[in-house]
């Protein structure tokens, strides 16, 4: 196992004297803590050995850079002299950004739910200096609370534990290590054998659970509600297909997708949907916005569109939303064009907005976000600014802090709503634009930038907006000038002992490579990606290739896969991560991990799922085929247990199930053949894979996509469309109309 290297950070580690180690770090998150008093230090090797040489903990807190409970914990403990100086004195204090370590994150995680029951940020954990959890928390008060004891107990109660019951200690850390790698073993795929067939019945199975967890206010379950991206996905693609259960998986999605869209939940002056609402009702959000949250909702909200809506919720009204959140994605977590070797002035998308602003020099949840009705009737006048005020039900008494409540209209407008909004709107904008903005965090995340290629090239394409498929490919451009490294040669990233990578020029994708998950400023810096990097870029790539008939990105998706599946298949089994850490590897058994549940992206194996059955279709290759179909295997635990958690998973049996349909564009680039691609973008058959001949000259018998080949225009040079299902296929079609027939046709 190799372990992860750190740079040092001096020889006086986290004892007295030592300082504070995350001055130099790039993370947004780990700066915000450089001036703690704590002496804080990145997770590493080093910081472990330390540990070990003074023989106490290591006390682990991973968060975020949006995270409102990470700056409340920060400012009531970390920045406390008294606090800091017991931490310092009696552990060794590392800090994580979970975001550019989920490997980290999602491990001890596990082990936090193990122990507490509980999870969520801050994460507290305490472990032996060779990475092995034993007791765990989340958010600990600066005092007692009924419940929750403070953070100075928990420290002092550790460190007596660690002094007087050692042996104890830890064989119940190496205890809970074993039952995690028994869980593993549980979720195990191995890739080679004789794929199983897919249990059809388990979709619509799925489709009834869901139902009885349906909530009458729209989403599953209760309060915190989180936007069910993935499960929407799966319901859409359900839906898509002639069934018993197809119109209550259409109208399950049609409830969610219309209230979140008319809740709080979406920013309803700017759009951009926040992370998650602590109301049953969507009222009071979370306030951060999270550019993987967005990019799954933008794709949803567009496949809601094609799949053409409902009377609860029409799609024209879906569509409006989609576009608003495209437009959100690209001017606030637009970054500037980045410069450098091969980057062509490529751009990319930051990773989120932060949960609070600040007013008079303190932290505040989403008072940028809130209105008062006093605010409004001073800015609108008494009459208009009450109307507006209960449009979006801003009452007296803020549902949030004294700054008021946010814009909740918990309802569609009607025509003279509408208007009165639209008049609103402008004015409200300015003034917002002019208070505090919440801070933002510019680390481009590889694997979430994947999802808005995706999200925004079909965006484009459905939406008939071109300027969208352009953003697409300026993103992945950056992908693949920054985050995509041949391994060895010139063009490929060094790296330093602490893992922290040098920008290498851009690639055609086509040599072995590897994916770098993180980037500041255009410099690809810190650990290789995880499999859902390359799962969720290879999807974008797949999906821009599909829009824009050019082979480049079918080249790049290819390159993505086939590293993919040199790093993340073990012994003949997947694996979300390899090697990242001696530590993290100790805290899971020795054992490497799967996790086959979604979270708030799908699952790395799920995702990868999809990927392997798109590059199969477009490629015929049975042994991808084959891989896909056993990652699948895991749908009966999934679908039957939880399928809340499996959504994604779910999704990636409806594509399987349908084909998925392979469609052929061949012919000169024409408006007949911009018409029948037109025709297939729209359409919704779960999982169809597209592929068009791209005009640079290469002749379609000799395609660099193997679904092209052979595959001939009419006698006259129009265009035509070849539906195949594993490379064989029907007669082609050569209009719309009848295109639009036979794909309906396949459906059933």
């Keep these: 196992?190799?372990?992860?290297?750190?740079?040092?950070?001096?020889?006086?580690?986290?004892?007295?004297?030592?300082?504070?180690?995350?001055?130099?770090?790039?993370?947004?998150?780990?700066?915000?803590?450089?001036?703690?008093?704590?002496h804080w230090r990145p997770f590493g090797d080093e910081a472990f050995a330390f540990a070990s040489a003074r023989d106490v903990p290591v006390f682990l807190s991973v968060g975020y850079a949006a995270c409102h409970w990470c700056h409340v914990m920060a400012h009531e403990s970390f920045e406390d002299p008294g606090t800091a100086d017991y931490l310092n004195a009696h552990?060794?204090?590392?800090?994580?950004?979970?975001?550019?370590?989920?490997?980290?994150?999602?491990?001890?995680?596990?082990?936090?739910?193990?122990?507490?029951?509980?999870?969520?940020?801050?994460?507290?954990?305490?472990?032996?200096?060779?990475?092995?959890?034993?007791?765990?928390?989340?958010?600990?008060?600066?005092?007692?609370?009924?419940?929750?004891?403070?953070?100075?107990?928990?420290?002092?109660?550790?460190?007596?534990?660690?002094?007087?019951?050692?042996?104890?200690?830890?064989?119940?850390?190496?205890?809970?290590?074993?039952?995690?790698?028994?869980?593993?073993?549980?979720?195990?795929?191995?890739?080679?054998?004789?794929?199983?067939?897919?249990?059809?019945?388990?979709?619509?199975?799925?489709?009834?659970?869901l139902a009885r967890s349906e909530d009458d206010d729209g989403g599953f379950g209760t309060a915190p509600k989180f936007?069910?991206?993935?499960?929407?996905?799966?319901?859409?693609?359900?839906?898509?297909?002639?069934?018993?259960?197809?119109?209550?998986?259409?109208?399950?999605?049609?409830?969610?997708?219309?209230?979140?869209?008319?809740?709080?939940?979406?920013?309803?002056?700017?759009?951009?949907?926040?992370?998650?609402?602590?109301?049953?009702?969507?009222?009071?959000?979370?306030?951060?916005?999270?550019?993987?949250?967005?990019?799954?909702?933008?794709?949803?909200?567009?496949?809601?569109?094609?799949?053409?809506?409902?009377?609860?919720?029409?799609?024209?009204?879906?569509?409006?939303?989609?576009?608003?959140?495209a437009d959100w994605m690209l001017e606030s977590l637009g970054l500037p064009p980045s410069e450098g070797p091969g980057h062509d002035g490529a751009v990319a998308l930051a990773s989120s907005l932060d949960a609070d602003s600040v007013m008079d020099g303190e932290h505040h949840e989403g008072a940028t976000y809130l209105w008062t009705v006093a605010e409004l009737e001073e800015l609108l006048g008494s009459e208009r600014g009450g109307t507006i005020a209960r449009l979006m039900n801003v009452g007296a008494d803020g549902t949030v802090s004294r700054f008021g409540s946010p814009l909740h209209p918990a309802k569609a407008f009607s025509t003279d709503e509408s208007t009165l909004w639209a008049e609103a709107r402008p004015l409200l904008m300015r003034v917002r634009s002019a208070r505090p903005q919440p801070e933002r965090d510019n680390k481009v995340v590889a694997g979430w930038n994947g999802l808005a290629v995706a999200a925004l090239a079909e965006a484009g394409a459905v939406l008939d907006r071109p300027e969208l498929v352009s953003a697409a490919e300026r993103i992945a451009g950056y992908l693949e000038a920054v985050h995509w490294h041949h391994a060895g040669g010139e063009g490929s990233a060094g790296q330093d002992s602490a893992g922290r990578g040098s920008a290498g020029h851009g690639s055609d994708g086509r040599g072995p490579g590897k994916l770098v998950r993180v980037s500041h400023a255009g410099v690809a810096r810190g650990i290789e990606g995880l499999l859902e990097d390359y799962a969720f870029c290879a999807e974008g790539f797949f999906s821009l290739y599909a829009v824009s008939g050019k082979t480049r990105w079918y080249h790049f998706a290819q390159a993505v896969v086939q590293g993919a599946c040199r790093k993340f298949v073990v012994d003949g089994r997947l694996v979300d991560s390899a090697g990242e850490s001696a530590q993290v590897f100790n805290a899971q058994g020795q054992r490497p991990g799967l996790d086959p549940f979604d979270n708030a992206t799908p699952s790395g194996a799920s995702a990868f799922a999809g990927v392997l059955l798109s590059y199969a279709a477009l490629s015929g290759s049975t042994e991808h085929r084959a891989m896909a179909a056993n990652i699948l295997s895991l749908l009966p635990a999934v679908a039957e247990r939880a399928p809340r958690v499996g959504g994604w998973l779910l999704a990636t049996a409806e594509a399987a199930l349908a084909g998925p349909v392979e469609a052929a564009v061949v012919g000169h680039d024409s408006p007949a053949r911009a018409a029948l691609h037109r025709a297939l973008l729209a359409s919704g058959s779960p999982g169809l894979v597209v592929a068009v001949a791209d005009d640079g000259g290469v002749p379609v018998?000799?395609?660099?996509?193997?679904?092209?080949?052979?595959?001939?225009?009419?006698?006259?040079?129009?265009?035509?469309?070849?539906?195949?299902?594993?490379?064989?296929?029907?007669?082609p079609v050569g209009t719309v109309t009848e295109l639009e027939a036979r794909l309906s046709g396949m459906a059933t």
């Design 227 to 325: 936007p069910p991206s993935a499960v929407l996905e799966f319901l859409i693609r359900h839906a898509a297909v002639p069934s018993d259960t197809a119109d209550a998986a259409r109208d399950m999605a049609g409830r969610t997708l219309a209230a979140m869209a008319r809740s709080a939940l979406l920013d309803q002056l700017d759009g951009g949907f926040a992370r998650y609402s602590v109301a049953r009702d969507w009222s009071v959000p979370h306030f951060e916005k999270m550019l993987y949250d967005n990019a799954q909702l933008l794709r949803v909200y567009v496949h809601w569109v094609r799949l053409g809506g409902n009377a609860v919720y029409p799609a024209a009204e879906a569509a409006g939303v989609a576009a608003r959140t």
């Design 91 to 209: 552990f060794v204090a590392v800090k994580v950004d979970r975001e550019e370590r989920p490997d980290v994150d999602s491990v001890y995680m596990a082990a936090t739910q193990a122990i507490s029951g509980q999870g969520g940020w801050p994460m507290s954990v305490f472990l032996t200096p060779d990475g092995l959890a034993f007791h765990a928390g989340t958010y600990f008060p600066p005092e007692p609370m009924p419940g929750r004891p403070s953070f100075r107990q928990v420290l002092e109660a550790v460190r007596e534990a660690w002094l007087e019951r050692r042996d104890a200690v830890e064989q119940n850390a190496r205890s809970l290590a074993r039952g995690m790698a028994e869980s593993q073993l549980s979720a195990a795929v191995m890739l080679s054998g004789p794929p199983p067939l897919i249990e059809a019945g388990l979709l619509p199975e799925a489709v009834q659970s």
């Design 701 to 731: 018998p000799s395609s660099p996509v193997p679904l092209l080949r052979g595959r001939q225009a009419a006698a006259d040079g129009s265009p035509l469309v070849y539906l195949c299902h594993g490379m064989v296929c029907e007669r």
């Design 1 to 38: 196992m190799q372990a992860e290297q750190t740079a040092d950070t001096g020889s006086e580690g986290n004892g007295p004297g030592a300082g504070n180690a995350l001055g130099q770090e790039s993370s947004a998150y780990l700066r915000q803590h450089a001036h703690n008093p704590v």
